[in-house]
């Protein structure tokens, strides 16, 4: 997997850091078309947006495949830690870095994590301090499952 996540701007990293939870869901296609035509009407009758940092995956399955037991670990491990490096990233969680490296790719694409750099170093950062998981089971009636790792 190549690195072709483009870098934040430093504001942008600015208003991750004041957010303190990452909401995760499921949604259609459909509903996600909606959410987001929805925030641009507000946007465009100059009305504030507020809702909280969210990403949104198509199915459950993609949901697992992205958020495994091995990622949400690399994910606790980077926000307690605080490696200075890929490297010591996968240090701190004993494993391989190249599988590492593959993992903080995918979640720096989907906005999990972002990557500071320092020379030749990439130091991997998690920006929240709850990841909060919306499971909903009857969309028609708005019924969630909430669960936090």
Known sequence: MNDTTPPLHPMEREQLRAESTLIVTVNSSSEFHDD????????AQDDAVDSPPTI????????????????????????REEP??????????????????????RLAQLGVIFFETDGQSKRPVVWFDELT?????????????TAAP
């Open 84 to 105: 200075a490096s890929i490297n010591e990233a996968a240090r701190v969680v004993d494993r391989d870095v190249k599988n590492v490296h593959e993992e903080l790719t």
């Open 36 to 43: 987001i035509t929805d925030s641009l009407e507000a946007l």
């Open 133 to 145: 998981i919306n499971l909903p089971f009857d969309p028609e009636t708005g019924d969630t499952a």
């Open 56 to 79: 949104s995956f198509t199915s459950y399955d993609e949901l697992l495949e992205t958020l495994t037991p091995h990622v949400l670990d690399l994910i606790e491990s980077i926000r």
